[in-house]
């Protein structure tokens, strides 16, 4: 079973940056792709980006320019870059890991999620 926690969230001022990171343990061999999802208060989750083990990289049309995901092999751990941060953007962050990019939350694995606020 693979195990995904994330770390790096916070509270940071609008215009702030932060990085996210997401481990995967236990399994990873499964893997094939990672993203990053969102969800506010009364909202779903949305999409935010992924990318796979290849060249394949997608983000959500809200964070382009602003947002970076990336990998580092070595560690299985992902990131999310977050630059010009919004209050729009204030939410639950939650990784997850599957066989394929995907705009849907239709991964097989789940962070336990991170929170980010940022304030106006």
């Known amino acids: 079973q693979v195990q995904l926690v994330e770390s790096g969230g916070g509270l940071v001022q609008a215009g702030g940056s932060l990085r996210l990171s997401c481990a995967a343990s236990?399994?990873?061999?499964?893997?094939?792709?990672m993203g990053w999802f969102r969800q506010a208060p009364g909202k779903e989750r949305e999409f935010v980006a992924a990318m796979n083990w290849g060249t394949r990289i997608v983000y959500a049309d809200s964070v382009k320019g602003r947002f970076t995901i990336s990998r580092d092999n070595a560690k299985n751990t992902v990131y999310l870059q977050m630059n010009s941060l919004k209050p729009e953007d204030t939410a639950v962050y939650y990784c997850?890991?599957?066989?394929?990019?995907?705009?849907?939350?239709?991964?097989?694995?789940w962070g336990q999620g991170t929170q980010v606020t940022v304030s106006s």
């Open positions: 236990r399994g990873t061999a499964s893997i094939y792709a």
């Open positions: 997850a890991a599957g066989s394929r990019v995907v705009t849907t939350p239709q991964y097989a694995y």
